[in-house]
Structures are given as C-alpha cells and as structure tokens.
C-alpha cells in the first residue's frame, strides 16, 4: 500500500500599513491586569501569561483560573465606515471578549487563533473600553485534561487590530481569515493551483473588483486575475491556473512564490482590503516499506519535537525566540519537527515554510478523553481550526489527532474493566470523528496519531484509523534495554506490513551539571543522552521501512508535575531551558550537517578527576569526517570517526590542558583541567575535597563553579565510604530518588545517597579541619517519632523511622539524629564540624533504627 500526497499552496497573512489598504496593527502594551483570586492589579504587555513564575514554585501555587485584560483603545471617528476587528493568535483556554460591557465573541481553546468583528459595539471618536476574561481552569470538555507540560494561562500570544473597508475578505469564522489553496496535481512539469476564498460584500451596488497577482521566487509577475464582485454568488469565489516547470519546495531549497489579493473601488481606485501571502509547490508520499519520498526523492525525516515555553516566560514568547528556536533546529541538521502537542504561533509555520522544515502538527487530545458531547465536540472544532488556519503551509505533512490516549488508562490501577472499556469505547469514537473530519477538509495530507508503548492501540482498533503510526519508544529509560528499540520496530512493521511508521519521541532526561565516564540509566548524565540516541538514530536509519523519527524534545521545558534532578521542568531537551546546547545537540548536527564540522564534547565537564597517571581520560570529538585529529598541547593524535564520534583515550598530567581538533578543515577547541585523586588528601590545604556520595557521577554547582566528585570505596592513604550500599528508591529507574528535594537548588546532590553506610574516611595529616556533611531524607513516609524513651525492641519496630548518631574521631557529635523529625522529609540539610586531627579523619554513622545515610560530604582545610 502507498499512501500519496500533493502539494499546497499557502497563504501567510502580511500586514499592510497603507491607510488605503487594510490596517493591521498589535495592541499588545499597557493592559491593566488582575487574576480573579486576587485584587491586585499591575499593567502588563501582550505576549502575557499568569504562570511564567508559579508554575516552578515549590509551593504548589500553580494558579488555573480566570484572568481579565483591561484596557481603553482610542477608534478614529474616520473607522466609521470600515469594519473593526480583534484578533487573537492564541489564548489559553477560555477566551470571552466584551467591548463597552457587551459580549463580542466567546473561543473555546488554548492553541488556535480566532477573530471578532467588534465595530456594532465601538464608539467613534472616543475612548472605549475593551475587557478579555481569559480561564485555563481544568474543564472536563476542553483538551487537553492533563499532560507533561504546563498549561499556561493568559493571552500569550501577539493581540491585533484589524481595519478593512466594508467590503472586506472575510475574517471571522474557524479558519480566521485564512483562503484555502488546493493543488490536485503537482509534478516537475506543472502545478496545478486552485484558490478558494469569501468576500463580505456590503455595497451591493457597487462593481467592486478582486485583482490577483502570482509571483515567482524570483520576483517576477506569472499570473494574474481579475473579476467584478458582483457575479461572485455568496461572496464565495475562486481562481485556478497552472505553473509550469514549477520551482519545487524542500528542504534543501524551500521556494516560495507569493500571491497578492486586493478588493479594488470601482470609483475612487482605493484598495478597500488586501492580502498578501507566500506559497511553495511540492507533493509527497509515505510508503510502509520504502519510507518517506519529498518530490519524488527518498528523504528520512530526522528531527526533534518542540514546545513553545522558554526559562523565565512560560510561552508568553516573542517571534524572535520562535525563529531562533527553529533556526537552531535547521542548524543542527535537522528536516522535520513535530509541533507537540497542539498548534503554535502563526509565525511558526511561516518560519518553516522559509527555512525548509517538514511539519507534524497536531491538536492537543492527549493522554485522557471525556466521554462526552461537549468535550468531542471541542476536540473535533479544534482540529477544524487547527486545519483551516494552516492548512496553505507547505512545511505540514501530518495532521495528528491524538498523543498516548491510553496511557492514563493503561496506568490507573484502581479503573474498572467497565470503566476501562468505555473509555476505550470513546477514544476509539473520538479517534474516528477526528480521522473523518481530517479527511473531509483535506484529503492529500496525512492524518498521523502518536501512541505509548502499549498493545492496546492495536488490539482496540485505534491504531488502524490514522494514515500514519507515530510510536513514542523509550527503550532504555522508561523500558529496558536500548536494544529493544529495533526488535520493537521490526516486530511492528512484521504485523502490519501497510502501516507507515515513525517514531514521535524518544530520549532520556539529562542535566548539564552531571558529568559521567559510565553512563547509566537514570542517570540524568550527558554522557547516557548521547549513549541513548546514538543507538536510536542507528538504529532507525538502518531501516528502510522507517519514515523517521522526532527527538523528545528540541528544548527542556515546563512540566509542574515534574519531580527530576531540576524540578518542574521536563529534561529531555537536546538544549536547555535557555537554550543553551548540550552535547547531544552538537552530536545531532556532526551527523546531519553537510558542511564540514568538528566539535570536542564536554563544555560542561572541564574538570577530570582520574585515580592517577595510569587512568585514562576519553576525550570525545563529532564530526561528519572520516577521520579526526586531536592536538593535546604539543602531542598530536588521530582517530578513525564512527557514527559521528572519534574517541581520544589519553594518559594526561595533571594542569590544564588545551585541546584542538580538526578534520583539516573545521577546528573546535577547548580547555580541560586534571587532577589526580590520589593527591586529593596530600594537597587537602589548597583544595577541599567534594564528594557526590552514593553515585558514579560528578556534579558541578553552577553557582559556586564547584564539581562535586562521584563517589569511591575507602583504601589505606586515600579517602572513601566504608560499608552500605548505593541507596535506589525504585532498582529499574532513577538513581536514588527523583523526588523534588526542598531548600536546594542543586536536587542532584541531595537525591543521591549511600544507605547503611558505616564510615568516611579522609587519611589526612594533622590539623583543623571542617566537616559539611549532606543530607535528605527521601522517603514519603519516614517515621518523625522521637526514641529518647524506647527500648530497643521498640525502635525496631516502628515503621520508616531512620535514627542515627554521627562520631567523628571517636567523638559523638550528633546523636539520634532523625532526619524526618528534624528538619523534614525530602529537605536539603548540611550540618558541618569543625574538628582538630593529630592525623586522619573518620565520620563514623552509628544506627539506632533503621539506617544511616549519606548523600554529601565536603572536608576543608581550615
């Protein structure tokens, strides 16, 4: 089976200035603002959200609910005989809009853009009020019901006021303005183009004219239109031509053309209302054995998901970060991106469609469905603005309808099979409704539905409906083994031969600070992404039948729910919050890019910290070249490359080090920094010692600029624990606990640990000495119960209690301490000695009940 596609035109709205043509201007500053639960007002801009700062507060204080605009907007008296409009790019969620204390317009949903005419309710000539009352309260019949990301209230997208003369296109309805094009027919020859669009003809009398003009990239004139308004029937009406030898849009050349539409006055030669818009010509085809084919040619579709929230703005961003952000994307190699999960700014599309970026764009029905007539109603009404709004953008090939709609089911235990069963039952309806209205107002794009790695997709039937199969693998995170991945595939494709696949996400959580010579999973390190996506994007381009695959995801982001080494936000990014890259990005880019490229990995992991001379230190370089050569200041070396990779393992001195690698072409340098823990102790007076206890991973503080040294086991003349164990809240998944750690912001120091562990040791020489050791208690349930009057019997006996004394030298220091009782569960705590030695140090943790445990510890020189 082959499933074909041809192109679009599109149409991208332009603004014009001309006081003849259609006015179009932001009214996005001085908004006087105030949330529902509160009588505090502030003046805010537009872009805007309510949740930039509390949906990252330790608090809970996460606000959903109702937020209301106010604002006086001077009308010209000379807008009396125009038509007045307010459009909105997106607000989140619940959107009503009054003008002088009368409702204009209601819109249901967070991610779709929508008009209202307000010019029956204006005063000309005078000041007017304009009130928005925005809610993103949690309401059982607007999707999305819940998911891994934030749900960002207000109108965080750009506000405009819109001036046609009376005769106008038409703007308000599901598509906002938008004219469709269709091209049935797209080949290296010919393009064949219709356009479809309305006009709101008030001056019946009047032989108004529609003039159109086609350019090419180029600039040049190749077709042009025109007709008297008054045989228009409806208002409705439409323009076919044909383009020879079409100038075709890919990613490697994304040629655009550009339409211009005008109303014209028969009497005066004003332009009463005017469009102008930019569109490519392509066609293309997803077949279940051969992968994806762009104009003919075999393309993999590699590239990453993105959401639109930035560090410290929630999604309340600027045009600017949106083309940064995909130009960061084109940069790195990529050819596709998956708009996850629900339509972004009206800028987003324009900006693929220029830089070359095929598009899955989706709605956002994700994880759970209501099961009922409002709620199908919303989600089916979304994906028709959703289509109609976009549907001339030639970057988009998926429509998706759904994302992992059975995982809540699948993991809810206390669901009954009947509750089980109708929920399946109307998802599988919803999914039906969804494909069918997809199919009714497109019919050459391809539907698309994402889904979690679960069987019932296929057994419920939900998987036959959509064109395309979206599978979100996470093999060596979530599920065991890395390997699994290409077994997972190759199984699925072996059982339904027809379906095209692709894999909609993929990757593990990572943080710039943990550094690792032995990644593990779960262990939030660099080292274990770029181990994690290696195996996937070789596996995935091994097969054929594969359409491609969307990295989860392009940038770390916003997730409330979220309780990882930096709480709140979802770690899965390629580059941070702030966009800052990591490694695996520059991996990404070694593999994809055609220009010549070399990068030495490790910005984040300067410093090295071997037992001795003998250790080796892997230097890690990408590049797109065959081989690498690596100058280690006055020694030079070469490596073969691999997949992207040319390893280094030297024998270094300790100092700094610079480093220069080059493919002969390209050169990438960097500094990195040696030291010996073997004379860690000997040179204890120029240097404290940190330890990350209980993990095989450095930590670097980014404040401090400290890193804090994985763990080792004591030996004679060096330091280290003595007994316990690496302490695991769950053995498949993260190191030691995942929980949200309180007074911190370094988590990871604090969410790893070594349970029942005896000692620490320092083999230091003679003097003053500072102790800071490291503590959280990590269990939910730990006993706070005080053991000052218990038998031993009874300390024995009470559930979760964690009690311990703390000797150093022999000396009690601390006793029965009780984590829990004393400063909290899941709390950050240092305590820290001072001490005097004759010679070497011992921290000795002696039990009362349960057992002891360490996650930190620092000796200084005092």
């Given amino acids: 089976m082959k499933i074909s596609n041809y192109l679009f035109i599109v149409l991208i709205f332009i603004t014009a200035t001309t006081s003849a043509q259609r006015l179009v201007k932001t009214v996005n500053a001085g908004w006087e603002f105030q949330l529902e639960n509160s009588e505090n007002t502030q003046v805010v801009n537009i872009p805007h959200t309510w949740n930039a700062q509390d949906a990252f507060e330790d608090d809970k204080s996460y606000f959903r609910g109702k937020g209301i605009y106010k604002r006086q907007i001077f009308i010209p008296e000379n807008w009396k005989d125009q038509a007045v409009f307010l459009k909105f790019e997106g607000a989140n969620q619940h959107t ?125 004139i190749i077709k042009d239109f025109s007709k008297n308004l008054k045989r228009l029937q409806d208002g409705k009406f439409s323009y076919e031509f044909e383009i020879e030898d079409p100038e075709l849009w890919s990613p490697e050349n994304p040629n655009l053309y550009n339409l211009q539409a005008n109303i014209i006055d028969p009497d005066s030669g004003e332009i009463l209302d005017s469009y102008s818009t930019n569109f490519g010509c392509r066609w293309f085809e997803a077949d279940p054995k051969k992968g994806f084919f762009l104009n003919g040619q075999p393309i993999k579709l590699i590239g990453a998901n993105r959401h639109q929230d930035f560090e410290n703005m929630g999604n309340a961003v600027p045009n600017a970060i949106h083309r940064k952000d995909y130009q960061m994307i084109k940069d790195m190699g990529a050819n596709f991106i998956r708009t996850a999960h629900y339509p972004q700014d009206p800028d987003v599309y324009r900006i693929c469609d220029e830089l070359g970026l095929l598009v899955w764009t989706e709605v956002p029905v994700i994880n759970d469905v209501t099961d009922s007539e409002a709620y199908h109603e919303n989600a089916v009404n979304m994906q028709r603005e959703q289509i109609l709004q976009l549907y001339n953008h030639p970057s988009i090939v998926f429509w998706g309808i759904m994302n992992e709609i059975f995982i809540r089911l699948v993991f809810t235990s206390e669901m009954s099979e009947a509750d089980k069963n109708a929920k399946i039952k109307t998802s599988v309806a919803l999914a039906k409704k969804l494909e069918a209205e997809t199919k009714k107002l497109d019919t050459t794009r391809l539907s698309v539905m994402a889904l979690h790695e679960n069987d019932l997709y296929n057994t419920s039937g ?122 695996v990005y520059y991996y990404y880019k070694a593999r994809l890019t055609p220009e010549d490229f070399v990068y030495i990995a490790g910005k984040n992991y300067e410093k090295q910290y071997p037992q001795d001379e003998s250790d080796v230190i892997v230097i890690t370089v990408f590049s797109n070249s065959e081989e690498v050569k690596l100058k280690v200041d006055n020694a030079e070396f070469t490596s073969e490359v691999e997949n992207g990779i040319a390893l280094f393992e030297l024998s270094l001195p300790e100092g700094k080090h610079q480093l220069i690698a080059t493919d002969g072409t390209a050169s990438h340098s960097r500094e990195i920094k040696v030291k010996f823990r073997k004379n860690l102790v000997a040179e204890i007076d120029q240097n404290a010692i940190l330890v990350n206890v209980g993990t095989h991973v450095n930590f670097f503080d980014e404040i401090t600029g400290e890193t804090w040294i994985s763990d080792q086991e004591y030996k004679e003349g060096s330091f280290g624990y003595v007994g316990g164990s690496v302490y695991q809240k769950n053995s498949s998944k993260f190191q030691g606990t995942a929980s949200d750690i309180q007074g911190t912001e370094n988590d990871p120091l604090f969410q790893t640990m070594r349970e029942g562990i005896e000692a620490y040791k320092f083999d230091v020489e003679k003097g003053k000495y500072r102790v800071s050791l490291l503590f959280a208690e990590p269990e939910y349930n730990a006993s706070q119960e005080n053991i000052y009057n218990l038998s031993e019997a009874e300390k024995k006996d009470i559930p979760g209690l964690r009690n311990f004394d703390i000797k150093i030298n022999g000396k009690t220091l601390s006793g029965d301490l009780n984590l829990a009782r004393d400063y909290g569960r899941l709390q950050a705590v240092e305590i820290s000695y001072q001490i005097k030695t004759d010679a070497g140090i011992e921290i000795e943790f002696e039990e009362n009940s349960g057992k002891a445990l360490l996650s930190g510890i620092k000796l200084e020189k005092l």
């Fill in 96 to 220: 009503k809009v009054f003008v002088n204390n009368a409702v204009v317009g209601e819109h249901t949903g967070g991610y779709t853009g929508f008009i209202f005419e307000l010019s029956k309710n204006l005063k000309f000539g005078e000041e007017n009020v304009v009130r928005i009352e925005v809610d993103n309260s949690h309401n059982l019949d607007i999707p999305p019901l819940e998911a891994d990301f934030n749900f960002y209230g207000g109108i965080y997208r750009d506000i405009e006021m819109i001036v046609t003369g009376k005769t106008h296109f038409k703007l308000e309805g599901e598509a906002a303005g938008t004219m469709q094009v269709h091209t049935p027919k797209v080949s290296e020859e010919m393009a064949e183009v219709s356009l479809y669009g309305e006009i709101i003809n008030t001056s019946a009398n009047k032989n108004s004219r529609l003039k159109i003009e086609v350019s090419g990239p180029d600039g040049t």
């Fill in 462 to 583: 939900i998987a036959d409906i959509p064109d395309v199969i979206g599978w979100n693998l996470y093999f060596g995170w979530y599920t065991q083994g890395l390997e699994n991945l290409g077994k997972f595939l190759d199984t699925q494709h072996e059982k339904y031969p027809n379906r095209p696949l692709l894999i909609s996400e993929y990757g593990p959580g990572s943080d710039s600070r943990i550094q690792t010579n032995d990644p593990k999973p779960w262990d939030f390190s660099e080292a274990y992404q770029l181990k994690s996506h290696v195996s996937y994007l070789n596996q995935v381009m091994e097969r054929d039948y594969m359409l491609g695959m969307a990295a989860w995801n392009f940038a770390d982001f916003g997730s409330s729910g979220r309780q990882d080494s930096r709480p709140f936000i979802n770690q899965k990014g390629l580059v941070n919050f702030n966009r800052e890259p990591k490694d």
